[in-house]
């Protein structure tokens, strides 16, 4: 029946075309949006076409030394489109490899670059139009294919394949976080084929070696080709061996099939002849709108599943779906491309860090795309057999930077707190446990818990490590999670060893007042002194210290990115992420109104960061104190100062669909506490949400009389029944049924006397 | 004018054939020995031909159990040659890839194997007579090319090509030191050619996974082919794409040109086509006589380097000379072949383990290839560079397995310590700096120094770790190293800190008695409290306890092999192992008399293991009581009763040339106490050896007046001068010159005043 259905879809896609698809969601899908600069930065976000998770990832490269290889500046000229991308990353870039770049003039320079116009950008599909000859690039995807069109305004028609090319190059090898070439090869396979390979190390991950297998066949045959190696072009020979040096081929074709010339490229991290393979499965045929109407149509399926009602403006509809849409292209779905070892698991790379991603990413996909989550924790589960630790991050096949906590213990525990079925727990729980308890040492940035022997001695990770703040909070919300999981599986000495530990954040809770606020992370030696001071600057040949306070900041100015007392944010900001203890965090900050202040002088003092995951939940704090009515009117605020359905509309790095999918949650009126089992709720933006999950039931989320007037929740139910939580269980989401939230013009008692859960289980 | 030389010596090849070659000493080598089963167990010394330190290493293959591919036993029968072993290593086998096979009969099955006769090997070549078909194979060798000539009794002539074969597969993936199946890829190129590759993880140093590239190319088209993957064999298939499945070829050859399909495969850790480049790169040609005396002439000029006077028997020329060229197999030159990173270092891999040849390996290396040395000093700088830390281990590309100590540090040190020039020193210092200071953590087998946390804050490794006596042992000796190098680059804190540490051995010391000697090393807890039981059986159902005794051994009874106290000896055995502090020793152990006696009962007692290098320089301690003539003794018996000129010939695994490269310093008269300048003179099996080093100088070693008889020193004269030192330094001995050796028919006077330096520097 599904084969039929599956047919049929076919079928009606090639006998329809394009426009007549039932659905239409992945219309609103806007590539631009998170492509400019945001309020807090680059959003750094992938304009290319990518299929759901999809492996390659084409798209147009401008600037070696962006993330995504792209500016939206338009006198920067296109380089190339390269076949591989991350979406919406900081640091140093990462891929950026097998570029392609069609051309007309100079034929002998390896050197092609134009200006570009008329970019258009949608779900599966990119344009654009190369100024300097004349050449309109049209680009599709299948998972592991780049399908391109190019229409040539001039009668010589060439096209670069690019084997040498990636993104974040730096003079020095070994530079931090730089990519470092390491060898590659072309080979003309027939007079219409070209194969090769591009390998590179390093990035920001830090990484091994990853090697990018291509296979790339044009429509017609080349009448003459080049390849090169360094800077020496050879004209007709067929194979450039890899000795280190970067190399590519130039193909020329005659006027003989008219202007426009089709290349189909395939990608595989294995070889290029199962990169031929890939390229053979999926797309066996030349019809680019047939790929590209399939390829929307992978997208409609997912992003239909949550239906948002007529009276979303067309913003919000842009913005709604364009942020789903970010959210599930990462990480990538690499099953039977993993170059490190086989097994019978799916294989997903790319964790872009799960840091970024626990929050809001992974809880989105667990409720619209569950299937994918099992894959992903099983995979991530796998790697943890293979390669002896669980990601934080990982990329090129090779683990690589913990930013704060070892983050992939709460998506092992969010998985089990929701009851998501075909994961082993008990290999989970072995995979936290090695966290837990084994410090990695010399790779304290590839993986594990670094400080881990401070924080499993004294409590908390002293001063002797770097983000000693944010590494002792995130542990111990960790072993929160681990405790969580233990428990389940009646492991009760582990559970109750690590809900101890998941106390540990009160070990650096300094009894301070800063700007009217009680009680804050800091800083202690190992000893259990607090510390006051931190070495900075030297002036005059004096070294002159920073006073430590709640509002300091001691990176980058004093010390390196990474070597700060917290990770990327201050005290003001992390001493409010207790995520499974909020009444024990109020209480330690004084009680409800104090608490209250705090998180008012927090927002309105701009001691809170938009872009920064560990306020992801901060904004919904005053939920614990019966104010839902807040939470939802500081996060509204939040959501208009910052996000807009422009190129701009995303404040800094998208973090692989990070700051998208807060934005979708809160745009339903829910927010999730990943690794615990409800969601928030928060004032929808839309009349109605409907989510249709994978198990076939729908859950509704009806605001009724909403209006930019009427936006408190005044009264609830659920299914008819009188509901007064301020949360929701992910098992009564999950059920299927009717969240009707009944709204008026001020703010209400709903919400007002249950708080939610405050951890226990 | 060395172009000059290397262009007269080929044409010399050329025009006169191998018979006229100037020098012989490679006819002495007999690659048998070590082959088969020693007094304390398997020599498991690879048999097939290759260059000195050469990329290729082709042999028979008949045992997928045994590290090195091939029992002696002839009626286990050939299934192949695969291209790649590694020599005398122990644990779990590592490569054994991409296997070539002639065969006649069945021609449809990929399961081809035949029993043997008729077996020749010599330094760079090896043949074989296959019996079930009448098929002769030759095998000859470039660094990087495995030649075969195979001559067919039969009309029918096929050849098999496994990609998917390797040695040590085992039913459970990811089996500890089990060699796992990645992927493996083959494609017909042409009529007489085919490459692949196989890809490899795991193995004895649990490695992630390698990929050996090939490119085979015979030297007549095959009539017909046939390929498989998995067990599906497909007719005229031209590649097997890599889908994490077994590939291979059939090549099947018509009469038309004789009996005799000559086949050339050349190897790669790059790519294919970088195989097929060293393939057309070194063996441009179809000669296999001028190969094979081309790789003659590589091993002539190395092995000529020691010449060892007529009055030696022919079993100790064979012995000698085969102990020689072991040594020189391995690690192995993989300059251009590493696909993790380009850098203008050179690059060697298969470092297995430096634990096993740091102690005379390396010094025979140093002394009659220095140039070769100082490469691998250099590379092991690069992969700490890359990699983040020195292997003690590496193999595929991969850091692995740390035995003992981080005793890549003693490298550097002699290397420091002998003046090796071209080496960056303050490079060095600082890998050696982060073994000493960073803990390895969750990657403790594999490079790093394990329980670093313990010896940094007690001054020994407690019981928490496993192998804590002879990791502290050996970290204090590391620790020496590490002092020598701090202090000749004036880094007088790291010196002193250092040099402190080094006596950390003492930590352990316990003052207990066993057999009448005083003093072990024995295991303590962290509170500082000695350990005398160890939790071994159950019986009964009730936990039995070990006493732990200076004889006793928790390994592998009561713990895993890797789990005890001691790696892989007992605690008379690792007591003895101070090499930077005899004297200190002595005196611990209650004055020379008993330490004297000690030496006796640990001989007689059968305590002391041949076959483990930690007691490689014990037969030698009696130099510092003043009895050279005893160390002589002890030695010359531990040689008679354990080393001989047949397969049985090396007692226990060679270890990648460790236990050769013993004998052959013994057989000379000359030992090494590796990260110090000196060596022991001992009484030489020889009249006279001459070692003509690269620097030009020649060192000669006279035996005056030598016989059976006369086998003990009388008096010494360095280069005419009257000599009474025991020992002699390096810097004498680079310095060319004459020791000459007056030997008389019992022990004499000389040694007995001067004693050997006591590690002061």
């Known amino acids: 029946m599904k084969r039929l259905l599956l047919i049929l879809n076919l079928l009606g896609v090639?006998?329809?075309?394009?426009?007549?698809?039932?659905?239409?969601?992945?219309?609103?899908?806007?590539?631009?949006?998170?492509?400019?600069?945001?309020?807090?930065?680059?959003?750094?976000?992938?304009?290319?076409?990518?299929?759901?998770?999809?492996?390659?990832?084409?798209?147009?490269?401008?600037?070696?030394?962006?993330?995504?290889?792209?500016?939206?500046?338009?006198?920067?000229?296109?380089?190339?489109?390269?076949?591989?991308?991350?979406?919406?990353?900081?640091?140093?870039?990462?891929?950026?490899?097998?570029?392609?770049?069609?051309?007309?003039?100079?034929?002998?320079?390896?050197?092609?670059?134009?200006?570009?116009?008329?970019?258009?950008?949608?779900?599966?599909?990119?344009?654009?139009?190369?100024?300097?000859?004349?050449?309109?690039?049209?680009?599709?995807?299948?998972?592991?294919?780049?399908?391109?069109?190019?229409?040539?305004g001039n009668k010589t028609k060439c096209l670069e394949i690019d084997a040498g090319d990636f993104l974040g190059e730096k003079p020095i090898p070994d530079s931090r976080e730089a990519q470092q070439f390491v060898g590659s090869e072309v080979r003309v396979e027939s007079d219409c084929a070209v194969s090769g390979y591009s390998r590179i190390r390093g990035g920001w991950n830090n990484g091994d070696a990853y090697t990018v297998y291509f296979y790339a066949v044009a429509d017609r045959p080349f009448v003459r080709f080049s390849t090169w190696k360094g800077t020496k072009l050879s004209n007709g020979t067929k194979v450039q061996v890899d000795t280190g040096e970067k190399t590519g081929a130039l193909l020329y074709f005659d006027d003989t099939f008219g202007d426009t010339v089709r290349l189909k490229i395939a990608i595989s991290f294995i070889s290029t002849q199962k990169a031929k393979q890939n390229l053979e499965q999926e797309v066996p045929h030349?019809?680019?709108?047939?790929?590209?109407?399939?390829?929307?149509?992978?997208?409609?399926?997912?992003?239909?599943?949550?239906?948002?009602?007529?009276?979303?403006?067309a913003d919000q509809k842009k913005m709604f779906y364009t942020a789903l849409y970010h959210t599930l292209l990462m990480p990538v779905d690499r099953t039977g491309e993993n170059p490190k070892w086989t097994s019978d698991q799916p294989y997903y790379d790319d964790f872009y860090a799960i840091w970024d991603t626990y929050r809001s990413s992974h809880p989105l996909i667990t409720l619209i795309a569950e299937s994918r989550q099992v894959d992903i924790v099983k995979a991530l589960l796998d790697i943890y057999k293979r390669d002896g630790y669980l990601p934080d991050a990982r990329s090129g096949n090779c683990n690589g930077r913990t930013q704060g906590g070892s983050n992939a213990e709460v998506l092992i525990a969010d998985a089990y707190v929701k009851g998501l079925k075909g994961i082993d727990y008990g290999l989970g729980l072995q995979a936290m446990l090695k966290d837990a308890t084994v410090p990695p040492g010399g790779n304290e940035e590839k993986e594990g818990r670094g400080g881990l022997t401070d924080y499993n001695t004294l409590g908390y990770v002293s001063d002797r490590f770097v983000r000693a703040g944010n590494r002792t909070l995130e542990y111990a919300y960790d072993d929160y999670c681990i405790a969580r999981v233990a428990k389940g599986l009646n492991r009760m000495s582990e559970y109750r060893r690590f809900l101890k530990q998941s106390n540990n954040w009160e070990n650096l809770w300094r009894d301070i007042e800063d700007h009217g606020a009680r009680g804050f992370i800091m800083p202690k030696d190992a000893s259990g002194r607090w510390i006051d001071s931190i070495p900075c600057d030297i002036v005059n040949g004096q070294r002159e210290f920073l006073l430590y306070t709640p509002t300091a900041q001691d990176w980058p100015n004093c010390l390196c990115w990474w070597c700060g007392f917290f990770y990327e944010a201050?005290?003001?900001?992390?001493?409010?992420?207790?995520?499974?203890?909020?009444?024990?965090?109020?209480?330690?900050?004084?009680?409800?109104?104090?608490?209250?202040?705090?998180?008012?002088?927090?927002f309105d003092n701009g001691f809170y960061n938009v872009g920064n995951e560990p306020s992801f939940l901060t904004s919904c704090l005053y939920h614990w104190i019966g104010r839902p009515d807040l939470s939802s009117e500081r996060t509204r605020k939040i959501i208009t100062d910052n996000y807009d359905a422009t190129s701009c509309g995303i404040p800094g790095n998208d973090d692989s669909g990070a700051m998208s999918s807060w934005l979708d949650f809160h745009m339903m009126g829910l927010y999730p506490n990943a690794g615990q089992s409800y969601y928030l709720i928060t004032s929808p933006f839309f009349r109605q949400t409907k989510m249709h999950m994978e198990n076939g039931k729908t859950f509704v989320i009806t605001a009724k009389n909403l209006s930019g007037k009427n936006r408190f929740v005044k009264s609830a139910t659920l299914n008819g029944v009188k509901y007064d939580k301020s949360w929701i269980e992910h098992a009564d989401v999950a059920a299927g049924g009717e969240l009707l939230l009944e709204m008026g013009d001020k703010p209400a008692q709903w919400g007002a006397t249950q708080l939610p859960p405050s951890g226990e289980f």
Not at 588 to 601: A, M, V
């Open 14 to 152: 090639i006998a329809f075309g394009h426009s007549l698809l039932a659905g239409n969601h992945f219309q609103y899908v806007d590539p631009f949006i998170g492509t400019g600069k945001g309020k807090g930065g680059l959003g750094n976000v992938t304009i290319g076409p990518s299929c759901p998770f999809g492996m390659i990832k084409p798209g147009p490269d401008n600037n070696k030394g962006s993330n995504s290889g792209y500016l939206a500046d338009t006198l920067q000229p296109i380089y190339g489109f390269s076949q591989t991308h991350v979406s919406g990353t900081g640091g140093g870039p990462k891929y950026g490899n097998i570029t392609v770049m069609p051309f007309s003039g100079d034929l002998e320079s390896i050197l092609q670059t134009s200006l570009r116009t008329n970019e258009v950008a949608k779900a599966g599909y990119y344009s654009v139009f190369l100024k300097k000859w004349n050449i309109r690039t049209e680009i599709t995807v299948s998972p592991k294919v780049a399908f391109y069109r190019f229409v040539y």
């Open 570 to 602: 201050g005290s003001w900001e992390y001493s409010l992420s207790v995520p499974h203890n909020v009444p024990g965090l109020i209480e330690k900050s004084g009680g409800k109104e104090l608490f209250s202040k705090r998180l008012d002088t927090l």
């Open 286 to 313: 030349w019809n680019f709108e047939q790929l590209r109407a399939e390829t929307e149509n992978r997208w409609e399926n997912l992003l239909k599943r949550i239906e948002i009602s007529d009276d979303a403006t």
